[in-house]
């Protein structure tokens, strides 16, 4: 098996902030399969770590971009049981946002079995796993959030180690700091 779900991408639903898709699971992982098979995919932040490029249709984001006066809200809560928490803030619903909108651009992010097993979060026996499905309201694909990455370069609980240097960090929290100073996912 070349690819399988992780089960942290099954928070990933209709009512979630986070993408999600409404297809089917297969579908959603052979298209995953041929992606990687036809190296329709980029680098992620670290070895072992690939974006596969997708069509967007069956996918929606709750990516949005923020304008001046739009509130926001905040929560202490673990992503997933048996993490421990972390803060998140999410764009209030009703500052005229319609609600998730279909995707111009989508990338699965996929671990290597070997990325996942040295935090013990692999869970198959898959070469790779899907961790999450990335949405974007634009054709223009997010750097990861500045916040997941500083979890992730400094060992949160549920951060995979980025093996960047302090220089390698600092450049892409600075292109992470760049776009998402005005962007949310909706609550």
């Not at 923020?66 to 619903?93: H, M």
């Not at 996929?110 to 796993?129: N, Q, S």
């Not at 999450?132 to 990861?144: C, D, E, F, R």
């Amino acid at each position: 098996m070349l690819v399988a779900i992780n089960s942290f991408v099954r928070r990933q639903t209709a009512e979630s902030p986070f993408t999600h898709f409404e297809g089917e699971e297969d579908s959603l992982l052979r298209m995953v399969e041929e992606s990687i098979k036809t190296d329709n995919f980029t680098q992620g932040y670290r070895d072992g770590v690939i974006l596969v490029n997708l069509p967007p249709s069956d996918f929606f984001t709750g990516l949005v971009e923020l304008k001046e006066g739009d509130s926001l809200v905040g929560k202490f809560e673990a992503r997933v049981e048996g993490e421990a928490p972390r803060q998140s803030i999410r764009a209030r619903k009703y500052n005229n946002f319609p609600g998730k909108q279909p995707a111009k651009k989508v990338q699965i992010v996929c671990y290597r079995k070997d990325v996942l097993a040295e935090d013990g979060h692999d869970e198959t026996d898959a070469e790779w796993e899907i961790v999450s499905l990335n949405g974007y309201p634009t054709g223009k694909v997010a750097p990861i959030d500045p916040m997941t990455l500083m979890h992730n370069h400094f060992g949160s609980d549920g951060g995979t180690d980025t093996n960047m240097t302090a220089e390698e960090f600092e450049r892409q929290l600075r292109e992470s700091f760049s776009y998402w100073k005005n962007k949310a996912l909706l609550e």
